[in-house]
């Protein structure tokens, strides 16, 4: 059943992401997704064949751990197999279409071909490049020695190096905006980096080889698995739009597809070593639908025929409701200011001119921002009552207030390593 999200929040105290969970966190656990699935193309790591099963200590660059207790590692992800599952993901939102548009228009264009759709998918590959560094490996690897500093600002201060600019340098034909770009992607975690102010920490110890590992290769076979993944990014084509605006929205879309992509659940530990693109690309497509991040225009349309304001409320609507209703369509986007008296139906105009979008696809979720705690808490109910009555699957709707974990009637309860267990 496909789902996507009302949000409700103290506008001065909450942020959320307008999107809901799965629907199978609404009352049970998710449930196993696919195995990887077995293909005729190993992965090669440095011009040999990584052997033997993903337990216990990597034995080649590993993206994501599992540790016990005592801190030892119990199993591991490969890095390049963690990548691929992010560019799966950042395919995936590009291939919805109003969200293509969205960052299209942002870039000045009226949408994005193939080609730029497949260079971003590579820079969203390429977002952990700075994993590669031994430092970093040490984490899973005791014998590397004492485990230094992340992998970030040394993947950002890694670009001003030769041998790191020399194994990109199949993206040169990207355009002269895909060097921004991949900083944008290596700065996921959401702060903006400098490259300037990256140099000066730059070492070139992490990444010379040592104890099996060799980051430059280990680099090089990242960058031919995205030749491989992605052929059309490298061959001529449009060049990445040149737009400040294109790196902001870029920004979100890596952080949302690293965010999806790094779920063990969405995305379990590879079990072998087959090319994990036929099974990301999947997956991926598995996801971004039970996540209702594309919902069909069949879920979207009423089956009763009703218009807007019938689908939310039993009432005749007051002029001011009939007012917003009847709005002209503005493809565009627009800002409308409906101002009355308490008690006058603004929720009910407001909802209304959400069906009336949703319908048509313009847009996909909707925010109430309230400035308190208590009128959010008050509201959520109403906002429930109506999607029950506009959908036949109706939409989670999400309090997005501090110190609540509510999704309609199912609350979560904070586990460790933000975890959630949701029960009725």
Partial sequence: MRRFGLSIGAFRASFCILKTPPRNVRGKLTTAIARHVENTTPFIQCGRRSRGGMNGVPATFWGKLSQDARGDVIAWHPLVDHCADVAAVAEALLAIKLWRIRIANLSGLDDLDETICARLCVLSALHDLGKLNTHFQAKGRPDLGFAKGGHVEPGIGALNDAQIQGCLKPLTCFGDRAFGLLVTALAHHGQPKSVDAMAGSHQITPWKPRGGLDPIDGLRCLVAACQRWFPSAFVGGTPLPDSSSLEHSFAGLVTLADWIGSDPVFFPFSSDISDRMEFARRQARQIVSKMSLEVSFDDRADRHARNPF???????????????????????????????????????????????????????????????????????????????????????????????????????????????????
């Fill in 310 to 424: 019938e689908r939310v409320s039993r009432f005749t609507p007051t002029a001011a409701q009939k007012a917003i209703v009847d709005l002209p369509d503005a493809d565009s986007g627009s800002i409308t200011i409906l101002e009355s008296e308490t008690g006058s139906g603004k929720t009910e105009a407001a909802l209304a001119n959400f069906v009336g979008l949703f319908a048509r696809g313009a847009v996909d979720g909707l925010y109430f921002a309230l400035p308190t705690r208590t009128a959010a808490t008050q509201i959520f109910r109403r906002v429930c009552e109506a999607a029950t009555r506009a959908f036949a699957n109706p939409p989670g709707v999400v309090l997005a207030v501090p110190g609540y974990l509510q999704i309609d009637d199912v609350e979560g309860q904070r586990l460790p390593k933000f975890d959630v267990l949701w029960s009725r």
